[in-house]
């Protein structure tokens, strides 16, 4: 054998060693394959520290380009260079603090550090408040002055000049809200230029004439030489990382004031209220909530281990206060501490004892100071405020919320008109069928095996046909094949990331030696997006759709499964300094390229597995190679209020679990809870048996139909929540808390959720379980989705269940849009007529809203959509028109009626209505609240009003 035939095959065995070990991985998560704090040199140094009055001071305060600016000096050691702040505030009680490195310093710093380019949206800039006077004075109980910047007629912002602090108050009680370094833990690690041999052993010499003659020189010579060692390298499982600028971290503790619990700070298996991590009580090995994009296998529940996406956002919430936000724009690994009370016992420091307080330790490798305080007071003012700064989140087109079928790998063309067939057969609707790697031709992107699918356009036309879409994958890792358009393109025009040394980086992934486009770059990202026209993605349609996955960006064999962290971007930047928006700017890439095939006319559908904040923008999210167990059902919940909080509405979790065979009770009571998520789809391993709907007995495919159901009944609801999401940033799915915020049961449940304001879900966690424990809050009632039946707000019940659902309730108050004809996909239901489900209060009155626009268009932003609100009060339902009317905005119409009208706790006994537009009377009758096979508690119904969707109206009750 020749040695180039030796090579190949030598690098054939690695491969195929390294997928071995990938895949065994899946079998046994290994902890000890990724970091822990203690391995990550920059959160050991944090952790070490204690709290203390702190030793920074604000000098130089004055007002600069309409902001606050200040130098912050260490009045104890006037060696290190100062730092540069600056606060601006915006509409809205929004406070931006930056902290960077002086880049007039003597020396200045080797480079400038990585600032994160666009994630705070371009209109944001707008609203800035421009600060003219600088209004500084002693508030009580200061020794030194303060600086105030004006928020809102409620807010203001303080920078204490002496010792440095931050923090926002309420003016009118001057109680504190959220607060930065009030524990003295602010570090920030300077860049630096590694020096030349000769001058380190110099200033070695200097030293060593202060050492005391009792110490062991040798021992402080072999500490200072590893010191010196770990300050320009970090080694982990065999993977060295250079570090040419020394260490960068910045650390600082925040307290919110007036929380019961802190929330957010995705992605983690964790419960929703975030435990606390450190401090008195814990065990010394507790460790941080970890920010880091990994791909992560089987992940563990009820770990702070970091996943795919990392969002360093954290919400607070309490009874005293409300609701208060704190975001940190940066996209380098940060690891997060919650303390417990009286960790900081030893400080010294006294801080307001007058509310409750929740610290936080916050840690980051890399990057700067670019911080947001958000200071409510409501929930969905966080939000809103939150998503002021990163963008709510992208109206998605109609098909995209209904349900999805997924399995690595539908094998052939044969197997996917096989599975689309028998959908029909068994009367069950979906929307969109996808297509994993192995539809490409030799893990080759954009490419198809022409022998399992020569014929890709026809085989998506004959979905199309039906109403369905399909979606394909497309990850970053990109083979090196020489013969390969897409490799050889990118090579000639220099667009990878490059390794330490200069060179197109080369790992590992599906295709084998892989490299990866930098999408940072500007240029890289427009080049990227034109490879999704028909011309370039031969094969593709306008039903054809994308799937983001393993953009973290995962390599099997670079440290942690990820890149190094001294690989080179544009403009020189580390990985370490981006690695948690590298899936960010794929994502944002992709989106853009299926924007642009069609000329900027429909709306794009991208599934991304890496986040970071302002993901939203982009497409939908799901939470990765989840299990096919109860806890990883029960799990997803938390994880994915989590990511609604943190402005990703769009969000969901493998329907029966991505590895292993999932029971069939388990797969029903997922489907079941999935069918309310708001990203619906079920997906499988390639290992896993096949597990389409009508593959578990006739009574299971009965149930699992009939939650599928469910979720296209309910599309016209959870198309509004979308378009409220997407002009609000308030998510479609919510914890209970952000609906009752004052009542203190509901801040700490996380196994129950509202879908908008009007539907509380209560999963089911537990196999054969016969009752469940549903607390319903608020002092209104709440009727049954299904049957009608009525239960009080303010208690927990007791409900036997059975396999028929879960517990699901509709709020007193609301009412609710509904289709009930039951077609083969969301696009065919189109024209279809509506139910309104009218949910009365104690006040017999009730209202909710309905969006309706093309579903796939942006003619909506241009005014072309119905928005109506129905308001039922005294014996009379009103449809009133809530969309612009002016002359310039284009107009949606449809011919969609509402052919019935359901009244749940009517107290009267009424015979007739009476539609006051056509002067005509309909009967009043008793019906089924639910139409399927006969089940529901008779109710109040009206029959075929004939009212059409888009008019002005009113019916009244006789």
């Given amino acids: 054998m020749n040695p180039p035939q030796m090579k190949n095959l030598t690098l054939l065995l690695l491969l195929l060693l390294l997928f071995s070990l990938h895949l065994t991985s899946v079998l046994s998560w290994k ?48 060696q290190i260079k100062p730092l540069i702040l600056s606060l601006s505030a915006y509409q809205d009680g929004i406070l931006r603090l930056k902290i960077d490195e002086d880049p007039s310093s003597i020396p200045p710093p080797p480079k400038k550090r990585f600032e994160v380019p666009n994630v705070v949206v371009p209109e944001f800039t707008s609203k800035k408040l421009w ?48 607060s930065l370094n009030s524990h003295g833990l602010f570090d920030f690690e300077q860049l630096k230029h590694k020096k030349p041999k000769s001058d380190q052993e110099e200033e070695k010499h200097d030293h060593d004439q202060y050492q005391d003659d009792d110490q062991d020189q040798d021992q402080v010579q072999v500490k200072e030489e590893k010191d010196e060692d770990e300050n320009w390298a970090e080694t982990f499982r065999g993977h060295t990382d250079s570090r040419p600028y020394g260490p960068q971290s910045i650390s600082f503790d925040v307290s919110f004031y007036g929380a019961d619990f802190v929330y957010g700070i995705p992605e983690h298996a964790t419960s929703f209220a975030l435990k606390p991590t450190r401090g008195p009580g814990l065990e010394d090995h507790s460790e941080p909530y970890r920010l880091f994009n990994l791909d992560v296998f089987e992940y563990v529940n009820e770990a702070p281990f970091g996943l795919y996406g990392s969002i360093p956002f954290m919400i607070s919430h309490g009874k005293t206060h409300g609701t208060s936000g704190f975001f940190w724009l940066n996209a ?25 307080r929740i610290d936080t330790l916050w840690m980051s490798e890399a990057g700067i100071v670019d911080a947001f305080f958000f200071v409510g007071p409501k929930p969905k003012d966080v939000v809103r405020q939150y998503t002021s700064v990163t963008g709510t989140p992208a109206m998605p087109q109609l098909f995209a919320t209904a349900y999805h079928q997924c399995r690595w790998n539908y094998r052939d063309e044969e197997d996917v008109e096989n599975v689309d067939t028998k959908f029909d057969e068994n009367n069950i609707p979906y929307d969109v069928l996808w297509l994993d790697i192995e539809h490409t031709d030799g893990k080759r992107y954009f490419t198809w095996d022409r022998v399992m699918f020569p014929h890709p356009e026809e085989m998506q036309n004959k979905l199309a046909a039906k109403g369905r879409h399909m979606v394909t994958i497309v990850d970053p890792h990109t083979k090196r094949d020489d013969g390969y358009f897409l490799h050889k393109e990118a090579t000639q025009k220099g667009y990878y990331v490059k390794d330490a040394n200069g060179n ?56 942690e499964l990820t890149m190094p962290r001294d690989a080179l971007h544009y403009g020189g930047v580390e990985h370490r300094e981006l690695h948690n928006v590298y899936g960010y700017y794929f994502h944002m890439a992709t989106a853009d390229g299926l924007q642009k095939r069609g000329n900027g006319k429909d709306r794009p559908f991208v599934l991304s597995r890496a986040i970071f904040a302002g993901s939203q923008r982009y497409g939908a999210i799901w939470t990765g190679d989840n299990t096919a167990e109860w806890e990883h059902l029960r799990v997803s919940v938390p994880m994915i209020l989590s990511l609604g909080l943190t402005g990703i509405s769009f969000s969901g979790a493998d329907v029966g679990g991505f590895f292993g065979n999932p029971e069939p009770e388990l797969l029903v009571r997922w489907y079941q809870v999935g069918a309310f998520y708001p990203f619906f789809r079920a997906h499988a391993h390639h290992d896993t048996k ?3 709907p009508w593959l ?12 599928i159901h469910v979720r296209y009944m309910l599309l016209p609801y959870f198309y509004t929540l979308f378009r409220e999401a997407n002009t609000s940033g308030v998510p479609v799915v919510r914890p209970l808390w952000m609906e009752f915020p004052s009542e203190e049961a509901t801040f700490n449940n996380d196994e129950a959720f ?33 049957t009608g039946t009525t239960y009080k707000g303010s208690t927990t019940y007791k409900l036997d269940i059975s396999e028929d659902s879960i517990p699901a ?118 019906g089924p609240l639910w139409l399927q096979r006969g089940r529901g508690s008779a109710v109040v119904t009206i029959r075929k009003p004939g009212v059409r969707i888009a008019d002005d109206w009113t019916i009244k009750i006789l």
Avoid at 894 to 921: D, F, M, Q, W, Y
């Fill in 809 to 926: 309730f509709q709020r007193a108050g609301t009412i609710i849009p509904r289709k009930d004809r039951f077609r083969r996909s969301s696009t065919q239901m189109v024209n279809d007529p509506y139910t309104l489900v009218i949910a009365l209060n104690s006040s017999q009155a009730a209202e909710g809203e309905l969006y309706v626009d093309d579903g796939k268009s942006f003619d909506f932003k241009h005014g072309a959509y119905i928005h109506r609100r129905f308001v039922f009060a005294d014996g009379k339902l009103t449809s009133v028109n809530l969309a612009p009317t002016s002359p310039g905005n284009s107009r949606f119409s449809t011919s969609s009626v509402v052919e019935r009208i359901i009244l749940l706790g009517n107290a009267s006994r009424p015979k007739s209505a009476h539609i006051e537009s056509t002067n005509l009377n309909v009967d009043i009758e008793l």
């Fill in 31 to 78: 902890k000890d394959e990724f970091r822990n704090c203690n391995q990550t040199p920059f959160c050991k140094r944090a952790r070490s520290r204690k709290p203390a009055p702190s030793s920074l001071i604000a000098t130089d305060v004055s007002v600069s380009d309409g902001d606050l600016v200040a130098k912050i000096t260490n009045r104890r050691d006037d």
């Fill in 332 to 356: 380098a690994e940060m690891q997060i501490d919650v303390l417990t009370a009286g960790w900081d016992a030893d400080s010294g420091i006294s801080l307001p004892s007058d509310r409750s």
């Fill in 696 to 707: 578990f007995g006739e009574r299971n495919t009965e149930l699992i139909r009939d939650a």
């Fill in 754 to 786: 509202m879908v908008g304001n009007s539907i509380l879900v209560q999963g089911i966690y537990a196999e054969r379980a016969k009752h469940a424990s549903v607390y319903l809050p608020g002092k209104q009632s709440w009727y049954d989705l299904r």
């Fill in 690 to 692: 096949r597990r389409e």
């Fill in 131 to 178: 600060l003219q006077n600088l209004d500084t004075k002693t508030l009580d109980g200061d020794s030194s002055p303060s600086s105030i910047v004006y928020l809102n007629e409620e807010y203001d912002a303080v920078l204490r000049h002496e010792p440095f602090e931050i923090y926002v108050r309420d003016k009118s009680s001057g109680k504190r809200v959220i």
């Fill in 504 to 559: 197109d980086f080369d790992g590992w992934c599906w295709p084998g030696s892989s490299s990866y486009p930098d999408t940072l770059n500007p240029e890289i990202r427009s080049w990227w997006a034109d490879r999704f026209s028909y011309e370039n993605y031969v094969g593709s349609t306008p039903s054809l759709y994308i799937w983001n996955d393993m953009n973290e960006p995962s390599v099997f064999n670079g440290p």
